[in-house]
């Protein structure tokens, strides 16, 4: 069983930057792929950011490509997302998730392949 906790959350304003961590136990943290997902008041949850086993496949939404930078440690059992330039719309509670994967190149951008998810933690971004 792996347990991952979200950590980093923030109220701060356009333009800003904000990083999140996420730590990871209880299981092989090197042979997971990583993602991160957000979910909006009155939406549903969307793809952010995905990195594979070792960091060399990586995958971004088109809102956040560019803004957005998913890296992990290995070494430190942790995924990060980096956000620079926050817009109001990206305001959301912003999940890690992890998905026990034989391929060291998957990246998934979809949400049912996760098998588990952080509790979640908010960023608010005003204008």
């Known amino acids: 069983q792996v347990q991952l906790v979200e950590s980093g959350e923030g109220l701060v304003q356009a333009g800003s930057s904000l990083r999140l961590s996420c730590a990871a136990s209880?299981?092989?943290?090197?042979?997971?792929?990583m993602g991160w997902f957000r979910q909006a008041p009155g939406k549903e949850r969307e793809f952010v950011a995905a990195?594979?086993?070792?960091?060399?496949?990586?995958s971004y939404a088109d809102s956040v490509k560019g803004r957005f930078t998913i890296s992990r440690d290995n070494a430190k059992n942790t995924v990060y997302l980096q956000m620079n330039s926050l817009k109001p719309e990206d305001t959301a509670v912003y999940y890690c998730?992890?998905?026990?994967?034989?391929?060291?190149?998957?990246?998934?951008?979809?949400?049912?392949?996760?098998?588990?998810w952080g509790q979640g933690t908010q960023v608010t971004v005003s204008s």
């Open positions: 209880g299981g092989t943290f090197s042979r997971y792929a």
């Open positions: 990195i594979s086993w070792s960091g060399g496949e990586l």
């Open positions: 998730a992890a998905d026990f994967t034989l391929s060291p190149r998957a990246a998934s951008r979809s949400a049912g392949t996760y098998n588990y």
